[in-house]
């Protein structure tokens, strides 16, 4: 029903900025809430930010409010995570995911994802 593909991730020093992209096909809604997730090699996947398609009412992590912004391209289908003043405890697989309503910043809520993107943070 909707696939997602990401893209943008790569090596970066701590104070860095990435940022990393979320193409998506196939029937989507207005409804749809698009999130980024991420998980580090032994660690369980936690959310990062999310925005409403229709809304565009965002979310964040507290720890990277102020740093990390999450926007919607509509006519491109696009959902964009710009990451600034990197840390090395960003360094994780980012994962791009879709819900089909207004859901809580947990995985669990989330029915699509996409495959992931390295996203690397030297000291």
């Known amino acids: 029903q909707v696939q997602l593909v990401e893209s943008g991730g790569g090596l970066v020093q701590a104070g860095g900025s990435l940022r990393l992209s979320c193409a998506a096909s196939?029937?989507?809604?207005?409804?749809?809430?698009l999130g980024w997730f991420r998980q580090d090699s032994g660690k369980e996947r936690e959310f990062v930010a999310s925005v409403t398609w229709s809304g565009g009412s965002t979310s964040y992590r507290d720890s990277v409010k102020g740093r990390f912004t999450i926007s919607r391209d509509n006519s491109k289908t696009t959902v964009y995570l710009q990451m600034n003043s990197l840390k090395p405890e960003d360094t994780a697989v980012y994962y791009c995911a879709a819900a089909p309503n207004v859901v809580p910043p947990v995985a669990a809520a989330y029915d699509y994802w996409g495959q992931g993107t390295q996203v690397t943070v030297s000291s």
């Open positions: 196939g029937r989507t809604f207005s409804r749809y809430t």
